[in-house]
């Protein structure tokens, strides 16, 4: 059979890009057949799950919660987690504090997705309003990472929250400094960025085939600890792959130690982005019960001798 994997051409993702460069995925599978599909951002890739087309996919968490609570809890299930940290605010020299960005546009990868979520809580936290058609103290624009690059050196915007490796772009290419590190912002500074999941549907038909992919996951994290400059290498040619243009070298060695790589899924994090969302009314609820199978991994993670992991909301 073919399984159908989803995830972005973006560093945050590095276990999905060195898993399919490195082979773990292929070699797991074994006469499975591995089809590929790259997304700029989660609710993309929802959608694809919504639509039949996408089996697994890599993505924030906020999108994962959006296909939960749309489907009645009935489209995805959260399997593993992948990426804690790499996200920022990152503005325009002159801003300094969060009163600076009134009246100002402020980018975000798509509305909804984790990073809008994050900078809308953040300026309702700051005493600023941003509604959701981009009208209020701050005017929050969702577009592509690209975009965004290209608008901040133009002066269009006036800053962005962005994950990795896009604020280290925007600092080292637009001149941008980090008005917020996300991590700043919770206990311990670990927050969920990334995680993987799967299409309720395929789960339930074919648990062997998400064992497989979770075998290559978890090889990959291996990888990634033992050899980060392997595999920062490996990542690169991914990103080249997907988008036909690798970064810099300089980007990714920079961007690399802003994240932390974890099949953990850091579920306590997840539960404040409900909140959030909710509070900035991009859902009617904040009920997510029954969201995480981690059954499969944490079988994957005994068997190797490590602590299973709590799915807890």
């Known amino acids: 059979m073919t399984v159908r994997l989803g995830y972005f051409p973006n560093i945050t993702h590095a276990p999905a890009l060195v898993g399919v460069q490195k082979g773990f995925f292929a070699e797991k599978l074994g006469a499975n057949k591995l089809e590929t599909k790259a997304f700029n951002a989660g609710p993309e890739a929802v959608e694809a799950i919504f639509a039949g087309t996408l089996d697994i996919a890599y993505i924030g968490p906020n999108p994962a919660i959006n296909a939960f609570q749309k489907s009645n809890g009935e489209a995805i299930r959260i399997v593993s987690g992948c990426t804690s940290g790499g996200a920022y605010l ?15 546009t402020v980018a975000s990868p798509q509305l909804g997705n984790t990073q809008d979520v994050a900078l809308r809580s953040w300026l309702k936290e700051n005493g600023l309003t941003a509604d959701v058609s981009g009208g209020g103290d701050v005017h929050i624009k969702p577009q592509e990472n690209a975009d965004t690059l290209n608008a901040l050196k133009s002066g269009e915007i006036a800053g962005a929250w962005v994950p990795e490796p896009w604020a280290t772009r925007l600092i080292q290419e637009a001149g941008a400094k980090v008005l917020v590190d996300e991590r700043t912002l919770w206990p311990e500074g670990r927050y969920v960025t990334t995680l993987i999941v799967v299409a309720k549907k395929f789960l339930d038909a074919h648990p062997d085939v ?19 400059t392997g595999a920062q290498k490996l990542a ?3 990103i080249e792959a997907v988008t036909g243009k690798p970064l810099q070298d300089k980007v990714i060695a920079a961007a690399w130690p802003n994240l932390e790589f974890t099949s953990d899924p850091i579920a306590s994090s997840l539960q404040k982005s409900v909140s959030d969302a909710k509070a900035a009314g991009l859902l009617k609820s904040d009920d997510v019960s029954g969201i995480y199978d981690l059954s ?3 079988q994957l993670l005994v068997d190797k001798g490590q602590p299973a992991i709590a799915g807890r909301t």
Do not use: W, Y
């Open 296 to 298: 499969i991994l944490n």
């Open 90 to 104: 990152v503005t325009r020299p002159e801003i300094t504090t969060a009163a600076d960005l009134k009246g100002k």
């Open 210 to 228: 998400v064992k497989q992919v979770l075998e290559g996951h978890l090889a990959a994290l291996d990888f990634i600890a033992a050899d980060p």
């Open 236 to 238: 690169n040619k991914e």
